[in-house]
T-cell receptor
Framework: GAVVSQHPSRVICKSGTSVKIECRSL??????MFWYRQFPKQSLMLMAT?????????EQGVEKDKFLINHASLTLSTLTVTSAHPEDSSFYIC????????????FGPGTRLLVL | GQSLEQPSEVTAVEGAIVQINCTYQ??????LSWYQQHDGGAPTFLSY????GLEETGRFSSFLSRSDSYGYLLLQELQMKDSASYFC??????????FGSGTQLTVLP
């Protein structure tokens, strides 16, 4: 089946620093990637939709200047949390939809961010 | 906007059958998906329904009724490893997923 990887799997950083998370589709080309955030015991909340070669579409309430998304190729999207604060600590998960247009989304293993 | 409702918790014993219901309200509907998530892990795709009816994949089946804005996930021959959170999710026009709040399934021996 389709594989999506994320790196790093876990990161601890100091408040005020920036953290970059990579999402890669390993064996298929993804025209669209999605970024979600999940707090403990809660559901996944869509943050933004990332389309290759164009600007990301952010959900209401998500600061685009704080969560920078780049989708430079059909297999890579990055999420940069700028000037991270403790309240940004969460589980960040990406997913990808392949070019064939099938409805299945393949999720990465997630990145656990802890901001001290 | 979109909203989904599913039970917060379900408990069943090994070997039993359990049904997790999901009702939704949406401004644009392209399909209903089900995902499984174990503690600390990422969601794993289980099934997708775009049309009314039942989809069967091994021990798991999923049903959709578009006219009732309702679907369910049916898990048969429950195993201990099925203990996890189960999320229904609707696909919007941009194929983004809106997730329900999740159902914590506990399988008892």
């Amino acid at each position: 089946g389709a594989v999506v990887s994320q790196h790093p799997s876990r990161v601890i950083c100091k408040s005020g620093t920036s953290v970059k998370i990579e999402c890669r589709s390993l064996d298929f080309q993804a025209t669209t990637m999605f970024w979600y955030r999940q707090f403990p015991k809660q559901s996944l909340m869509l943050m933004a939709t990332s389309n290759e070669g164009s600007k990301a579409t952010y959900e209401q309430g998500v600061e685009k200047d704080k969560f920078l998304i780049n989708h430079a190729s059909l297999t890579l999207s990055t999420l940069t949390v700028t000037s991270a604060h403790p309240e940004d600590s969460s589980f960040y998960i990406c997913s990808a939809r392949d070019r064939t247009g099938r409805e299945t989304q393949y999720f990465g293993p997630g990145t656990r961010l802890l901001v001290l | 906007g979109q909203s989904l409702e599913q039970p917060s918790e379900v408990t069943a014993v090994e070997g039993a059958i359990v049904q997790i219901n999901c009702t939704y309200q949406t401004s644009g509907f392209y399909g209903l998906s089900w995902y499984q998530q174990h503690d600390g892990g990422a969601p794993t795709f289980l099934s997708y329904n775009a049309l009314d009816g039942l989809e069967e994949t091994g021990r798991f089946s999923s049903f959709l009724s578009r006219s009732d804005s309702y679907g369910y996930l049916l898990l048969q021959e429950l195993q201990m490893k099925d203990s996890a959170s189960y999320f229904c999710a609707v696909s919007g026009s941009a194929r983004q997923l809106t997730f329900g709040s999740g159902t914590q399934l506990t399988v008892l021996p």
